[in-house]
């Protein structure tokens, strides 16, 4: 997919390139790679779930 450059897409699309170039270029094998997004992507969850329990908790006690 091509985007205007310099645009926030771009951008995005760019550093997501460079990412894998890097994993690409040291012949990183495709389990790890996998492995890797996985766990960012994990990460990024529990981190989603934790905000989300704790303002769901505060609007719990704002409740009250």
Not at 34 to 51: K, T
Request: glycine letters at 2%; charged letters at 40%.
């Amino acid at each position: 997919m091509e985007y205007k450059p310099y645009s926030p897409e771009w951008h995005r699309k760019r550093c997501l390139k460079e990412a894998l170039d890097n994993y690409l270029n040291d012949y990183v094998d495709n389990d790890v790679i996998l492995g890797d997004i996985f766990s960012i992507l994990s990460e990024r969850s529990e981190r989603a779930y934790e905000e989300f329990s704790k303002l769901n908790q505060l609007e719990s006690k704002l409740r009250r």
